[in-house]
């Protein structure tokens, strides 16, 4: 929808021949409209007040909810390789020069 790797490509090579240094969020919650189908199994549910499983939806971890977020299961292990695996991957296939850890 956003021009995929090729075009990230391009906005990170454009912004660095401007001397921006990029510096990418690396969100513990993913899309809970689209999430990728790699991350679907991992995917946190909760019961509601009728008992019905939901998606947990993210949060800042006090008092707001994120609809358009859910949260992942990272109580296992394959999760926080799946998140370490996507910052490798920013790093070492488009150069960024620095990474946000959200909820850090």
């Given at each position: 929808?956003?021009?995929?790797?090729?075009?990230?490509?391009?906005?990170?090579?454009?912004?660095?021949?401007?001397?921006?240094?990029?510096?990418?969020?690396?969100?513990?919650?993913?899309?809970?409209?689209?999430?990728?189908k790699?991350?679907?199994?991992?995917?946190?549910?909760?019961?509601?007040?009728?008992?019905?499983?939901?998606?947990?939806?993210?949060s800042?971890?006090?008092?707001?909810?994120?609809?358009?977020?859910?949260?992942?299961?990272?109580?296992?292990?394959?999760?926080?390789?799946?998140?370490?695996?996507?910052?490798?991957?920013?790093?070492?296939?488009?150069?960024?020069?620095?990474?946000?850890?959200?909820?850090?």
């Amino acid at each position: 929808m956003l021009g995929g790797a090729e075009g990230f490509r391009r906005l990170i090579n454009n912004a660095q021949s401007l001397n921006i240094k990029i510096v990418i969020d690396a969100l513990t919650r993913i899309s809970s409209v689209r999430p990728n189908k790699r991350y679907r199994k991992y995917l946190l549910s909760k019961l509601d007040d009728q008992g019905k499983l939901v998606p947990l939806f993210g949060s800042d971890g006090r008092a707001l909810e994120f609809e358009d977020t859910t949260v992942l299961n990272y109580r296992k292990k394959r999760v926080w390789e799946l998140f370490l695996e996507d910052i490798i991957d920013f790093r070492e296939n488009y150069g960024i020069n620095g990474i946000h850890l959200d909820n850090g």
